[in-house]
């Protein structure tokens, strides 16, 4: 028995090409294309070709959801939320966007050598009040820890399971011609709100995430027996790269007005300083609803009892043409073909 | 509206008692402290506090088990698996260990910006192939990417599901005294192969992980009958930390007999010249079961039908008393109470 070491010669240096760029994290173009070329044809199967938030399937009769996010938002404390609070809300309204109710999550921690375990306790403590305000349990969970600078802080990834207790299926492919497109909120906030904690950079006001729990608001419609066609959460690459995977998936066109789309005056501000696009920033507390034309207002009405959707809007109609496409009605009353990737997506916003 | 950057005082350093350290994530006594003062008082639940590898609940009828884990390893390659092989095999055994049918797989990456995408294609082809093998589909997914120096190449998060299709419960809670405990095949690969791929170190035979899914062997004993109490996969931490668990969650004595357990000769080997206790070193394809003492052998021949668990042998016996230790008889004849943290745990070795 000998022990030795040896050496591995230096490859030659890869090219941009044939390496995993930041933008390919970004929630826009090339992270489809990763996700398609990668991850698609190797696991292919009925549930991950519908190219959901989560997955649905039948288990001994009960039709369930199931849905994962990994977390690695930078800084991990910020305005109006902190990563936990993230990691439930985001799977949670996975869950919601299914139609289901979620029930169980899991919740697995990559824990940078060095963090400080006050830092440990506020993120599992907010994980903690996210999901009694949501009614899920956290039933399972795992802890790694890595070498200091081999991981930034901590990572969190939740897994979540939800039951779906009606017969709609909610998917892209359900959208049709004259169906009313319900947006729950103002947008832009999240994005905003890490970026300038991350950044340092102050406004007058301080603007905070919008990161909230979903599903009390989308059961509300369904229980209410609206006809919900397809639910999204706008999560990274915002209201516009959502909108366009929806027209993609659908083959249908989708026309919105730009005038219907709440802002907040500060983050407009913010985003006018910083040259950021509102419909391109991430959200983790807004969605959208595409609802069958006749109960378009009687949905408002009922997500705007709940506080995450006060300002819930109607801001467009699923169209026969143009086909695949989102055209967005300017303020100046032009049209544009709104595209994925417009703006540098941020990185590490959830 | 105006913008301006601002800096923080820097704080006093902080003391090691304050921080995360490597060590908490190692499987031994500091982890099970870390989550015991942590984790467990804040989420509190009936699922959560079994402590179990997996949670299991009822949705709707069907009797459900839960499960997560994050994988870390370094490096992402080693003889006899990869991250990918890993992710799939240890989530699909932390659910057979509930005797559980494992179904449904979430896939979560976190990669570092300029991983070739060479090496994730790779991980990915592996992972296709550890389903395929245990049975499972990988229905929903997510991808993050990090800037360069904020992750190590890449860790991947799985999450699965099973149905459980019998009536047992399966926990420490469940053993009793007589019980003969088996051991699915030789110990310390998965750790020795790992730690020589990581340092660069060679031996006289390479030793390859015994990476491999449980779940056949699991439910075939199930599927005969037989009376399995507790079942434990043996990774990080090995086999002595999941007995000293077991023993200390069920408050009986488990008394175990060193010659019985198998080790090759060159884990063996390798483990004299690293001064490791192939007893405390991870496996990713080894679980000891709990079973009835009259199917005691009946359990076996079923196991060894499995290639997995060619050298099934059994090893010890469920005991009144030392209350809550782990005593094993050594090769000489005396007698030693086995503790979590003997031998530091290898870092990143799941």
């Known amino acids: 028995m000998s022990v030795k070491t040896f050496s591995i010669a230096c490859p030659a240096p890869l090219k941009p090409v044939d390496i995993v760029q930041m933008a390919h994290g970004g929630g826009g173009r090339l992270m489809h294309q990763l996700i398609e070329q990668y991850v698609m044809p190797a696991f292919q199967n009925d549930a991950l070709s519908v190219r959901h938030d989560g997955a ?8 369930l959801a199931f849905s994962t996010d990994s977390y690695v938002v930078s800084p991990i404390f910020f305005p109006g939320g902190d990563i936990g609070s993230l990691a439930v809300n985001g799977t949670v309204n996975d869950l919601a966007m299914c139609g289901a109710r979620p029930l169980y999550l899991s919740a697995a921690f990559i824990i940078e050598e060095g963090l400080p375990f006050e830092s440990l306790e506020r993120v599992i403590a907010s994980m903690r009040t996210c999901a009694e305000a949501a009614g899920v349990k956290i039933v399972t969970g795992d802890t790694k820890v890595v070498d200091r600078g081999k991981c930034d802080k901590m990572f969190v990834n939740t897994a979540g399971i939800g039951v779906i207790e009606h017969s709609w299926v909610i998917a892209p492919s359900q959208i049709q011609v004259g169906d009313a497109i319900l947006l729950s909120g103002d947008v832009g906030r999240h994005g905003v709100a890490v970026m300038a904690s991350r950044e340092g950079l102050e406004f007058e006001t301080t603007i905070e995430s919008d990161c909230a729990p979903l599903a009390a608001p989308v059961l509300a419609m369904l229980d209410a027996g609206v006809q919900v066609r397809c639910l999204r959460d706008l999560t990274r690459g915002g209201l516009a790269t959502s909108l366009v995977e929806i027209a993609e ?14 802002i907040e005056e500060s983050v407009r501000g913010a985003c006018e300083i910083l040259g950021l696009d509102p419909l391109y920033l991430a959200n983790e507390g807004r969605f959208v609803a595409f609802v069958a034309e006749q109960d378009g207002e009687r949905a408002l009405e009922i997500l705007r009892r709940h506080e995450a959707c006060a300002q819930a809007q109607r801001i467009g109609t699923v169209t026969e043409k143009p086909q695949s496409l989102v055209l967005l009605e300017s303020v100046l009353g032009t049209q544009r073909v709104l595209d994925m990737e417009r703006g540098e997506p941020l990185p590490r916003i959830c």
């Open 56 to 63: 649905v399937f039948e288990v001994a009769q009960a039709r």
């Open 249 to 262: 998936s659908s083959g249908l066109g989708i026309q919105i007005v730009e005038l219907e789309i709440p």
